[in-house]
T-cell receptor, first 111, second 117 residues
Framework: GNSVTQMEGPVTLSEEAFLTINCTYT??????LFWYVQYPGEGLQLLLKATKADDKGSNKGFEATYRKETTSFHLEKGSVQVSDSAVYFCALNTGGFKTIFGAGTRLFVKA | EAGVTQFPSHSVIEKGQTVTLRCDPI?????LYWYRRVMGKEIKFLLH????????ESGMPNNRFLAERTGGTYSTLKVQPAELEDSGVYFC???????????????FGPGTRLTVT
């Protein structure tokens, strides 16, 4: 079946450090891939998405590239800020109505 | 445009009691979904409505959970009787009508944190 695996957290970084959160997936067909973020006290927000192989999604300095050959969609940011502290979820949707999520990775950024 | 809203934001109940969660989707969105995140694990799909009809309820854990969507607008999720393992965050999401979900993007609410003691 379809599934998403992402690195366990928490991840603790200092401000301006480089961030990578790994995400790999298993899916039939050609899924759309997403990163959602949940800031403290808030709901899930779409951070970025990619709908086909080699697409790069980007938003707020975050990037992720849809790699079909490695079935990966790693999230990166060159310089994190304290305000990036949140839980990040990798997810996929195969064009149906059910989104499959990873377990989430909590990020702490220290000033 | 108002987003997806959920009520209450937090509920604490005792084992054996009943709780009803409510979700108001974005106006005009025919698709409504319930998801749950338990104990810091992955967010899991519970069910999907298209208007007032249940399209897929394969993720509902057992018959203690009952979801309704009266008139195709807001939805309720009732847990009766609640058990300790039902504790978690219940998310609601909605998406516009289409034969397929397009890119698959769904709009999520803030979640209801349910604690069963």
């Amino acid at each position: 079946g379809n599934s998403v695996t992402q690195m366990e957290g928490p991840v603790t970084l200092s401000e301006e450090a480089f961030l990578t959160i790994n995400c790999t997936y298993t899916a039939t067909g050609y899924p759309s891939l997403f990163w959602y973020v949940q800031y403290p006290g808030e709901g899930l927000q779409l951070l970025l998405k990619a709908t086909k192989a080699d697409d790069k999604g980007s938003n707020k300095g975050f990037e992720a590239t849809y790699r079909k050959e490695t079935t990966s969609f790693h999230l990166e940011k060159g310089s994190v800020q304290v305000s990036d502290s949140a839980v990040y979820f990798c997810a996929l949707n195969t064009g149906g109505f059910k989104t499959i999520f990873g377990a989430g990775t909590r990020l702490f950024v220290k000033a | 445009e108002a987003g997806v809203t959920q009520f209450p934001s937090h509920s604490v109940i005792e084992k054996g009691q009943t709780v009803t969660l409510r979700c108001d989707p974005i106006s005009g969105h025919d698709n409504l979904y319930w998801y749950r995140r338990v104990m810091g694990k992955e967010i899991k799909f519970l069910l999907h409505f298209v208007k007032e009809s249940k399209q897929d309820e394969s993720g509902m854990p057992n018959n203690r959970f009952l979801a309704e969507r009266t008139g195709g607008t807001y939805s309720t999720l009732k847990v009766q009787p609640a058990e300790l393992e039902d504790s978690g965050v219940y998310f609601c999401a909605s998406s516009p009508q289409s034969r397929y979900s397009g890119t698959g993007r769904q709009y999520f609410g803030p979640g209801t944190r349910l604690t069963v003691t």
